[in-house]
Nanobody, 122 residues
Framework: QLQLVESGGGLVQPGGSLRLSCAAS????????IGWFRQAPGKEREGVSC????????NYAGSVKGRFTISRDNAKNTAYLTMNSLKPEDTAIYYC???????????????WGQGTQVTVSS
């Protein structure tokens, strides 16, 4: 069974930083692209960032470009989302998801983690 577990969320002040982790098991991690998504209360899920299986290709939502960095360590079966210059509007539950090789829309990701809460507030 494919399993993803997010961690690293918490409460941070505006302008602060946080690093989320996505630990994978049950599949060949380096064959899968990893996406990060988020959902704020009362809002639809939105894509945040994605990294291809090799790490050679990445993408970011316009709202986070320049502030967030996606990365992965295939030797550790773990992907990361490093978030800098956090804003209150970044507050959401953050999810990671896996899809074979290439990034795509959220509907094409078949395996999802349980989510980790990120709250940006003073």
């Amino acid at each position: 069974q494919l399993q993803l577990v997010e961690s690293g969320g918490g409460l941070v002040q505006p302008g602060g930083s946080l690093r989320l982790s996505c630990a994978a098991s049950g599949f060949t991690f380096d064959n899968y692209a990893i996406g990060w998504f988020r959902q704020a209360p009362g809002k639809e899920r939105e894509g945040v960032s994605c990294i291809s299986s090799s790490g050679g290709s990445t993408n970011y939502a316009g709202s986070v470009k320049g502030r967030f960095t996606i990365s992965r360590d295939n030797a550790k079966n773990t992907a990361y989302l490093t978030m800098n210059s956090l804003k209150p509007e970044d507050t959401a539950i953050y999810y990671c998801a896996a899809r074979y090789v290439m990034c795509a829309d959220a509907s094409d990701f078949g395996s999802w983690g349980q989510g980790t809460q990120v709250t940006v507030s003073s």
